[in-house]
T-cell receptor, first 113, second 113 residues
Framework: EAGVAQSPRYKIIEKRQSVAFWCNPI?????LYWYQQILGQGPKLLIQ????????DSQLPKDRFSAERLKGVDSTLKIQPAKLEDSAVYLC???????????FGPGTRLTVL | GNSVTQMEGPVTLSEEAFLTINCTYT??????LFWYVQYPGEGLQLLLK?????DKGSNKGFEATYRKETTSFHLEKGSVQVSDSAVYFC????????????FGTGTRLQVTL
């Protein structure tokens, strides 16, 4: 069974530029999560989708971050404009609808200069 | 709210030494508890889990017991190997639902020959 796929694996941009990350969850997983992991810290949830609806986006900085999951499968996370403090690893995870075990992708390491 | 506190690292051990990484939690409701491991350059992998009090999760020689009375979920291994060098994260989520993981800050383990 294929795992959670993410791309790109690495991205370097300058502040005030925009960037987008892509995630493809495990087939059949209705729930998709985006986490932000700053160096030296544990991951923190940015947004949770159930199919194509948002369940929790309370920690998403909505003035610059946006995310969508249009067909309930793939998801895109965008940052516009990026700030220095957005440098982090962005992790995507998925799970079955009624189960709390999450499977993580390899992450996208973002560096903002 | 929910929170997880882990012992700070790095933890440096010689091969075949005994490992303990402490984890305590605060939760509203009845959580499930997890240990995730992150090897260099890779995403998070589930190491073990426990979903109710007194459950013991185990995998690859690692063990952790869900202690409700002390709100703890300490990770142990009797004899570590160099290949166990990684960052270990304790985490919790609500039991029985697909909801976000709350992570500790992670503990880096370095095992030397």
């Amino acid at each position: 069974e294929a795992g959670v796929a993410q791309s790109p694996r690495y991205k370097i941009i300058e502040k005030r530029q925009s960037v987008a990350f892509w995630c493809n969850p495990i087939s059949g997983h209705a729930t998709l999560y985006w986490y932000q992991q700053i160096l030296g810290q544990g991951p923190k949830l940015l947004i949770q989708f159930q199919n194509n609806g948002v369940v929790d986006d309370s920690q998403l900085p909505k003035d610059r971050f946006s995310a969508e999951r249009l067909k309930g499968v793939d998801s895109t996370l965008k940052i516009q404009p990026a700030k220095l403090e957005d440098s982090a690893v962005y992790l995507c995870a998925s799970s079955l609808e009624s189960v709390n075990e999450q499977f993580f992708g390899p992450g996208t390491r973002l560096t903002v200069l | 709210g929910n929170s997880v506190t882990q012992m700070e690292g790095p933890v440096t051990l010689s091969e075949e030494a005994f490992l303990t990484i402490n984890c305590t939690y605060t939760a509203t409701g009845y959580p499930s508890l997890f240990w995730y491991v992150q090897y260099p350059g890779e995403g998070l992998q589930l190491l073990l889990k426990a979903t109710k009090a007194d459950d013991k999760g185990s995998n690859k020689g690692f063990e952790a017991t869900y202690r409700k009375e002390t709100t703890s979920f300490h990770l142990e291994k009797g004899s570590v190997q160099v290949s166990d060098s990684a960052v270990y994260f304790c985490a919790l989520t609500l039991t029985g639902t697909a909801s976000k993981l709350t992570f500790g800050t992670g503990t880096r383990l370095q095992v030397t020959l």
